[in-house]
């Protein structure tokens, strides 16, 4: 994992002591010509993760359909403090635009502070951009061994903001693979329930239901205690 001390470098655009993949996003964000773009977020990001000791996740893609790369990030404290934020370009001006915050997150398996204070948490496994924002958190419970968590949300940037736009929720056992999952659409208001084998495999009829109407919760918003 890339320590903070090196995150200065990294958004600078100096590809010496950073992993290959990232080196590729980077030049690839370099050819679309927004090097001054690059330049203000390093200085935004330089003060809202100073207090923070690593750079646990980064991932480049484009959120809001124009062509340009956007950012998404997830930085660590040794104590378990965490913070994600998620940047979009912005052609007009020219530069990266923070759209989406949130602070209250788990931690990553990759710097978990504490077993025993996180087992019963489902604690931060990856995040991707896919068109949309896309948080994957896995369940680490050694007392429940042979059962596992894995639950993706999905966020969508809608009105100049990162929206809860869907879930998609597994609990399955470890030994047989069969288990229960639900995917649901916050845009349409419904949720379906089914039970699986082979951990992903449907098995049977679908259980359709309607959710309460309520509007789009914000990145800013999303209390992972809630969900657990």
């Known amino acids: 994992m890339i320590r903070y001390g090196f995150l200065v470098v990294l958004l600078a655009v100096s590809l010496n002591a950073i992993g290959s993949e990232t080196d590729i996003n980077l030049k690839n964000l370099c050819k679309n010509q927004i090097r001054e773009g690059l330049n203000t977020l390093h200085s935004d990001i330089k003060v809202l993760v100073k207090q923070y000791d690593y750079l646990t996740f980064i991932q480049w893609g484009d959120l809001n359909k124009d062509n340009i790369d956007d950012l998404a990030f997830f930085v660590e404290s040794e104590k378990g403090k965490t913070k994600l934020l998620v940047y979009i370009y912005n052609k007009k001006e020219k530069k990266y635009i923070l759209r989406g915050i949130n602070d209250t997150l788990p931690p990553s398996y990759e710097h978990l502070p504490s077993v025993k204070e996180f087992e019963d948490y489902q604690l931060l496994s990856s995040i991707t951009i896919d068109k949309l924002l896309i948080l994957k958190f896995s369940k680490i419970n050694y007392h429940t061994i042979f059962s596992g968590v894995d639950n993706q949300y999905k966020f969508q940037y809608r009105d100049h903001k990162m929206k809860l736009i869907g ?16 995917s649901i659409n916050y845009l349409s208001g419904k949720k379906e329930s089914y039970e699986v084998v082979d951990v992903h495999k449907k098995l049977g009829k679908s259980k359709w239901s309607k959710l309460k109407k309520a509007k789009l919760m914000e990145l800013e918003e999303f209390l992972y205690e809630d969900v657990n």
């Open 167 to 182: 879930a998609e929720l597994l609990e399955y056992s470890r030994a047989k693979g069969d288990g229960f999952a639900e």
